[in-house]
């Protein structure tokens, strides 16, 4: 079996990805800038430094990418506040992998207030440890926050699963050299060796979880 499950939180594990829909298009519309689909795919897995760059590109530089960052984590703090909305499965999901012993962990591309913000909603909180984009000096889409997670849990990384959605995020995760199953809402992804994709967590028993850990650990073995 994995040593490890690692989770991505927004639009993996609650289904945020409409808040922050709404309240990037709201912001952007008050500055007269009218926000598509096609920004908001652009903006898809963050991290934020990346959005806000790319809202300020929008804005012709003004107002500036860090001003914009402070606003979005104002609004979605509010948002996020009031109430979160889990993905279809995930809650159940995380009870089957305490029910099995292993470690968890969320590893988010979000500051960290907005995921402790997300955590104080939690009735049980199955995670041993989170990582936020501002815990260690690189976020996605590079690799050392599922690396870092992986490290405080005692895993090995090449022997844990990773659950993503966004191609910032699986890119984050692919690299990390970790087993990857994507749950994509928004774009396509084609299946690897080590790369499974599904529909939701809703779609996962634990046999798929035993028969995903035999062909990593017989993938492992071709690339020893």
Same mark, same amino acid.
């Given at each position: 079996?994995?040593?490890?499950?690692?989770?991505?939180?927004?639009? @993996?594990?609650?289904?945020?990805?409409?808040?922050?829909?709404?309240?990037?298009?709201?912001?952007?519309?008050?500055?007269?800038?009218?926000?598509?689909?096609?920004?908001? @795919?652009?903006?898809?897995?963050?991290?934020?430094?990346?959005?806000?760059?790319?809202?300020?590109?929008?804005?012709?530089? /003004?107002?500036?990418?860090?001003?914009?960052?402070?606003? *979005? *984590?104002?609004?979605?703090?509010?948002?996020?506040?009031?109430?979160?909305?889990?993905?279809?499965?995930?809650?159940?999901?995380?009870?089957? =992998? @305490?029910?099995?012993?292993?470690?968890?962990?969320?590893?988010?591309?979000?500051?960290?207030?907005?995921?402790?913000?997300?955590?104080?909603?939690?009735?049980?909180?199955?995670?041993?440890?989170?990582?936020?984009?501002?815990?260690?000096?690189? /976020?996605?889409?590079?690799?050392?926050?599922?690396?870092?997670?992986?490290?405080?849990?005692?895993?090995? *990384?090449?022997?844990?699963?990773?659950?993503?959605?966004?191609? /910032?995020?699986?890119?984050?995760?692919?690299?990390?050299?970790?087993?990857?199953?994507?749950?994509?809402?928004?774009?396509? =992804?084609?299946?690897?060796?080590?790369?499974?994709?599904?529909?939701?967590?809703?779609?996962?028993?634990? /046999?798929?979880?035993?028969?995903?850990?035999?062909?990593?650990?017989?993938?492992?073995?071709? @690339?020893?």
């Amino acid at each position: 079996m994995f040593e490890a499950v690692l989770f991505d939180m927004d639009g @993996l594990f609650i289904d945020s990805e409409p808040d922050w829909h709404e309240a990037e298009a709201a912001m952007m519309k008050s500055y007269g800038y009218p926000w598509q689909d096609s920004d908001q @795919l652009q903006c898809l897995g963050g991290p934020l430094s990346r959005v806000s760059e790319y809202m300020s590109k929008c804005l012709q530089g /003004t107002p500036s990418a860090a001003l914009l960052a402070e606003q *979005i *984590i104002a609004e979605m703090d509010i948002r996020l506040k009031s109430r979160i909305s889990y993905m279809p499965g995930a809650i159940e999901f995380s009870q089957k =992998i @305490l029910d099995l012993g292993l470690p968890q962990a969320m590893v988010s591309a979000s500051p960290r207030s907005l995921v402790d913000r997300v955590l104080s909603h939690f009735k049980n909180n199955h995670f041993q440890t989170t990582v936020a984009s501002g815990d260690i000096p690189r /976020t996605k889409p590079f690799p050392d926050p599922y690396l870092h997670a992986a490290k405080v849990l005692g895993a090995d *990384i090449s022997k844990s699963i990773i659950f993503e959605d966004s191609p /910032t995020g699986l890119k984050a995760a692919k690299e990390s050299g970790a087993f990857v199953v994507a749950i994509p809402k928004f774009f396509s =992804i084609a299946e690897e060796p080590r790369l499974k994709v599904i529909k939701s967590f809703v779609d996962i028993e634990i /046999t798929d979880l035993e028969l995903w850990s035999e062909a990593n650990h017989y993938e492992l073995d071709k @690339l020893s």
